[in-house]
């Protein structure tokens, strides 16, 4: 248990479905990532929000939708996906110190294992 | 731009054994942290070690220790007395702090069998 969680762990989706994937923190952090993992290839960062503010979108498709209400929820808004998405998404979260230069580390949660048929 | 690999796709260990996983990585970034991973088969990604790039000296948790050769960009994991739990997938990541915030890039993994 890392202080990170996910739901749903599992996800079948229709290419024409719109749904959500759900991540919360509770270890009191202020930036939280979205990594999307496939088969035979390292992790990707798909999002990063930093101070509830969305910093970085790794040129992601616009099929993928993040939302970030507060520091502790981070979503992931699915819609007419595409059967190459299937994959697991992980969402991270660290506590990041404005100016210090410090990598902190990033903890994960157990991901959602998402099928698109 | 940062790059990690993992040469060793698939590595096994006997119960007891030692086993060192290889991990390289380059960056032109002077300020840099370096983690090793690991993800059971329930997928859930845990911290095993950590090292902070300005430290000469190795990381060390419990059975779990580096080697970290800088100058060769090298950073490798040395499990000592394996055990049927360790058997996962490791990453290694190479961590920058960006203005954006931290950003880990991962190597592909090594696969882990640990044999009773």
């Known amino acids: 248990e890392t202080g990170v969680t996910q739901t749903p762990r599992h996800l079948v989706m229709g290419m024409t479905n719109k749904k959500s994937l759900k991540c919360e923190q509770h270890?009191?952090?202020?930036?939280m990532y979205w990594y999307k993992q496939s088969a035979k290839k390292p992790l990707e960062l798909m999002f990063v929000y930093n101070f509830k503010e969305q910093t970085e979108n790794n040129s992601v498709p616009s099929r993928f939708s993040p939302e970030c209400p507060n520091s502790s929820h981070l979503f992931l808004h699915l819609h007419t996906l595409q059967p190459e998405d299937s994959a697991l998404y992980l969402c991270a979260s660290s506590q990041q110190t404005s100016g210090s230069g410090v990598q902190e580390t990033q903890y994960f949660g157990p991901g959602t294992r998402l099928l698109v048929l | 731009a940062q790059t990690v690999t993992q040469s060793q796709p698939e590595m096994s260990v006997q119960e007891a054994e030692t086993v060192t996983l290889s991990c390289t990585y380059d960056t032109s970034e002077s300020d840099y942290y370096l983690f090793w991973y690991k993800q059971p088969p329930s997928r859930q990604m845990i911290l095993v070690i950590r090292?902070?790039?300005?430290?000469?000296q190795n990381a060390t948790e419990n059975r779990f220790s580096v080697n970290f050769q800088k100058a060769a960009k090298s950073f490798s994991l040395k499990i000592s007395d394996s055990q049927l739990g360790d058997a996962a997938m490791y990453f290694c990541a190479l961590g920058v702090l960006e203005t954006s915030g931290s950003r880990l890039t991962f190597g592909e993994g090594t696969q882990l069998t640990v044999n009773p």
């Open positions: 090292q902070e790039a300005y430290k000469q």
């Open positions: 270890l009191g952090h202020n930036a």
